[in-house]
Every structure is written in structure tokens, then in C-alpha cells.
């Protein structure tokens, strides 16, 4: 387990907008328009998420953002500075975690966060603390003179997330950080997270584990085939779900599905497991209460699926559904 | 970036580069100090005893400045190229682009780096060179210019190539196919003066010839030398600002880098 004090350092909170998007464009070279028109903010001290499926123009946009990808038209400001004009400013407020390894595997651990400092400008002796300091915090210090390509693939993400965070970074955009990671790595990853933003910074996070968009982020963004489909807080996303289905797991096995009613059909999958679809508008009570009138004791209950996966694949199809028609 | 800031990037960048040459000094300092000392023997000691003086000297005080000259043209190039290139192979140039460094500063740390390699190599061929033979300083200001310019516009050099090069194969062909037979056709191990017809002419059409009579001229005095160094000076001028030139540009346009 990794420690989540870092940097300790606090940013002041203020209103300005840490993102701001506008009609952003990128067609690549003899390829398809990878982003059509995409608007976007994110506001200062955010945990925002960015979701989409494989293609669907995030890492575009992240590369845009971090200069990596050239974009054909739009604007981009990152705390106020244009990255048409004040390029170095917007680089400079930016830390990123790429999906890829895509540091030295040659290069020692201590360096490659040395290195990167400098390349901010921050001087040896700071970059050397501040590097002591993160590689500590990821637990990755016993490791420091040992090359990257020697480091497990979770030991090299840290490496990357060390890397970004050495310029203490007001916008930390990461793209997949926990893509391979076993579910402790994945969880201590969070926990530190979680520190860092409570600690100021904003904080922009791509995945593919929803469960991950939903326990870490307070907004929420989709995207697909170059096209923004929503933008709003997690919370307001997710009352949109129509229904769930919650999986029971009975004390006592049964031979017939119970009649729940209209309001909440159910499947019972084997003689202790009952899935049940729960429509808006209907409460859990009310599903105890029907389960307790039929005599059913439960053991346990969960959702089936992450909600927010219910709900991203709901608007992913109703929207290409729409734009077919 | 403040002026302290990028000083402090460009310093990192070289630094990174002469970690990186001296980690692996046994592909890098040791390989030419091996084939020189070969050179020095070969040439140098077992032919060069039967091979008359050139003017005053003998031949293998002829050809020292030559070899050095080589080393520094070859492992300055080579330096950059390869550097540059692993770097885009293995995505970690992205370090430095997403970093608020601009462009002409990674451009000269890389060069100043490549140099830097191509000088201590071509002191380690000088030192290499004291076991064979002795060495006159006819003027040491110089050699320093020769060594240096040269060292630099050979790295920028290399960081063209290795900015162009699309695969491993890329960075090899320009040593190979240009660089090696200019270095041999440029009068390393002989003076043009010796030449039958236009070939002393026509061999003042290659660049390096300038480079390597410079440095012979600082070592041996005007005596050994088969052109005025200052057109040298001025050749290897004019090639370094193209380069750096094309190599801004290539950069501004992201080329290989950038999508």
C-alpha cells in the first residue's frame, strides 16, 4: 500500500474554470474527423470523468490538450491560457498519464523523475526532494536506481503518475491509469487520488471500469465517435437510469419465481439467486416488503451491473440509433 | 519559461544525453578507441614506415588529425541520430513535448550532448594517438574551433536524421552511404596535392575536407594543410545554421512526433 500524502501543498480554491473547450475539431491525415465540434469544461478542483468507448476520440482529445495531437480548429484554455498563444503556460499547469509506457525503459527510475522536473525547470536539488518524496508515497523508492523496464507493470504506472506529479501539476489528466492493475493496486491508486485532488488539483480521468468513474468522479462526461453525448455531475447523470436490476441471494432455495408484480419482474437464475428489474419509482422497500409478504429471506443484495455501465451503454445506443435515423 | 528555467531544461537535456553515452561506454568511448588504435598500427606504424614524408611530416603524424576528425564527425552524428530516434521509438520524446520546453532548446541540448560525445571520443583517439606518435600544437585556439564546430554541425546533423528516420535501418544509411566515403574522399589519409587530373578539384567539393585540413592545420601548421581554414569556418557555419534551420522546422511541423 501506497501512502496518499504527497505534496502537501494547497491550492487555493477559486472559481476559475481549470478546462474550457470550444467547437474542437481534429481530422487526421487522410483519416476520419476524429472530433466533431466537441465543447467542454471543467471546473477548478474537479474529479471529472471521461468516458467512451474504444474510438471514440478521447485520447485525441487528451493529446490535443497536451500537445501531442494537433487540432484542426476550436479553442482550448487551460486556467485561462489559450494554448494557441500561451502554449508553455498550459503545458506548464498540466501533469498527464499516459495509456502507454512510453518512458526510457533504459533510464533509472530516480532519473526519469529527475529528468522530468528539469525539463520544467525545477532545479536538481527541488526535482531530487520532490522525487524522494513521490517515489516514497508510491512505494516505489527501494526501486529508484533500478531501469524502468526492469519494474512490474503496476510498479510502472506509479512510475508514470511520480512523473507527472513532480512539476506539482493544477490539472492532472490521466488516461487509463489503472488499466491491468490487480483490484489492491487499483484501490490504493484511488485512495491516493482522492488525496491528491482534496489537496487542490483538478483531476481528468479516462476509463473503461465505470465502477472507477463512479466511486472517484463528481462529473461526468461521454463521448463517442467524436461527439460530446453529455456532460453533467454524476449524480444527475444517474437518475436518469429508467431501472436496475438488483441480484438477491436468498437464505432459503425456492423452485418458482415469486410474482413481484409489474412494477419490479424477476428471473430467478438459480434456486437462491433472484434477479429483479426495479423501475423508476419504485423503492427498495418496497421490494423487501413484497419479497417479505412472499416469505423470501435475503442474505445479501447487489446491483448486477455498475450503473453507470447501464447507463452508458443506454445513451451510447439510443444516440447512434438517432443518428442513423 | 523564465531564462533560469530553461537553463536549467537545456542542462537537463545534455546531462540526460552524456548519462546516457557513459552508461553504455562500451558501445560508445570504447569501439573507436579500439579501431583507431587499429588505424594507428596498420596505418600509422607497419605501412606508414615504408610511405614517404608529406611535407616535413611523417605520415603518421599526417594522418592523427584526420582520424580524430573522423571520430568526431562519426560518433557526433551517430549520437544524435540514434539518441533522438530510441527516444521517438520508444515514445519517451513525449517527456519533453508535453513539457513547456521549446523547441529550438531541446534541438540545441541534443546537439550540444551528440558534441559532446564526438569531443571526448576524438580525445580519446588524441590520447590513443600519443602512443604511436608525437604531436606538434601549431596553434590550440584552433583546434578547439575546428573540434567544436564540427562536433556541433554534425550533431545537428544526426538530429535531422534521426528526426526523419522512420525505422532502426534509417539512421544507419546516411554514416554509411555519405558520411563514410566523404570522411575517406576528404583527405584523412592523404593530401589532395597527390591527386592525378581534376581530382584535386573535384575533392574540393566535399565539406569534410575543409574540416579535417582545418585541424591538421591547427595541429601541423599551415605546411599540411591543402585549403585555408577559414573557408572552413565558414562551410561549417553555413551547414549548421540550414540544419538547425530545418531542424526548427521539422519540429514546428511535428514531423513523426506530432499527429
Redesign the interface.
Known sequence: MFESRVLGTITTINMQKALQISNLRKTYANGPEALKGVDLEVENGDFFALLGPNGAGKSTLIGILTGLVQKTSGTVSVYGHDLDREVSQVKASLGVVPQEFNFNAFETVINTVVFQAGYYGIPRDVAMTRAEKLLRSLSLWEKRDQPGRNLSGGMKRRLMLARALVNEPKLLILDEPTAGLDIELRRSLWDFLIDLNSRGTTIILTTHYLEEAENLCRNIAIIDEGRLLTSEPIDTFLRKLESQVLVFDLSQAIQECPDLGEAMPCVLKDGTRLEVRVNKGVTINQVFEKLTHQGLMVESMRNKSNRIEELFIDLVSSKKETLKA | ??S???W??F???V??EV??FM?IWTQTLLPPAITMSLYFVVFGVLLGERIQKIGEFSYIEFIVPGLIMMSVITNSFSNVASSFF??KF???V?????????DWLIISAYVVGGASRGILVGCVVLLVSLFFTHLSVHSLPLIFLFLALTALTFATAGFTNGMLARKFDDIAIVPTFILTPLTYFGGVFYSIKLLPGIWPTVSKFNPILYMVNGLRFGFLGAGASDVAWPTGVVILGIFMVVLFSLNLYLMKK?HG???
Open positions: 519559461m523564465t533560469q528555467q530553461k536549467v531544461a542542462c537537463t537535456i546531462r540526460k548519462v546516457r552508461r530510441s527516444s520508444q515514445r519517451s513525449e517527456e519533453l513535448l508535453v513539457s513547456p520546453v521549446p511535428g512526433l506530432r499527429s
